[in-house]
């Protein structure tokens, strides 16, 4: 089955203890993205990866590592987490040209205390 | 860059009603809409898109049309039932990366 994979879904932790975010997809997507959800703000974009060992930040980067050394595997760094950064976050793919649909995996919840 | 904006933040119906949102976008470039339908607990998944080289597109009770002199386009969903329910998200695209509008919660009554 065709599928963004995010894991864990839930995450309780504490401010300043790094973690780590997996996200794999199975449909051969070029193009990789990270966002946060957060109340009234919709989807923000985060980091994006056009291919293996080619990123770029999105719109709120500030606090977050990406790296991208297969193309399946997109993981996201918080080095230092903090309590704003207590948010929905979903992992993307999509193929790597225009007009292609994202597709998600079911997001992570994160809290930071 | 692109810039998308989508009204109304939340549109409550009746069983059976219908329900439109609306989005409007900046960027004249832009040539591909999809429309996403996220459930609670679930990742947004896309339920429609139009191109620009179209005016409307149908999938059974679910309809979008684009207004490019205007740089609008909206989600009309008919017979609205309660699995309707969700936030629904609206995006532009000029490549491969969208620009999110903030999303429409819909609640439908039964």
């Known amino acids: 089955e065709a599928q963004v994979t995010q894991n864990p879904r839930y995450l309780i932790t504490v401010t300043g203890k790094k973690l780590t975010v997996t996200c794999s997809q199975n449909?051969?997507?070029?193009?990789m993205s990270w966002y946060r959800q957060d109340p009234g703000l919709g989807l923000r974009q985060i980091y994006y990866?056009?291919?293996?060992?080619?990123?770029d930040k999105g719109d709120v980067p500030e606090g977050y590592k990406v790296s991208r050394k297969e193309k399946r595997n997109f993981p996201l760094i918080l080095e230092s987490p903090s309590p704003n950064q207590t948010s929905l976050y979903f992992c993307?793919?999509?193929?790597?040209?225009?007009?292609?649909?994202?597709?998600f995996g079911n997001g992570t919840r994160l809290t930071v205390t | 860059g692109e810039n998308v904006e989508q009204h109304p933040s939340t549109l409550s119906v009746q069983e059976g009603d219908s329900a439109v949102i609306k989005c409007t976008y900046s960027d004249s470039a832009s040539n591909y809409f999809p429309w996403y339908k996220q459930e609670l607990g679930k990742g947004p998944q896309l339920i429609i898109d139009i191109r620009s080289n179209v005016g409307e597109k149908k999938d059974q009770r679910i309809a979008v049309t684009l207004n490019k002199t205007a740089k609008h386009f909206s989600l009309h969903i008919t017979e609205t039932q309660p699995e309707d329910s969700a936030v629904y998200f609206c995006?532009?695209?000029?490549?491969?990366?969208?620009?999110f509008g903030r999303g429409t919660s819909l609640i439908v009554h039964p």
């Open positions: 449909m051969n997507h070029e193009y």
């Open positions: 993307a793919s999509s193929l790597a040209r225009a007009n292609s649909p994202l597709h």
């Open positions: 990866s056009m291919n293996v060992e080619v990123t």
């Open positions: 995006a532009a695209l000029g490549s491969y990366i969208p620009t």
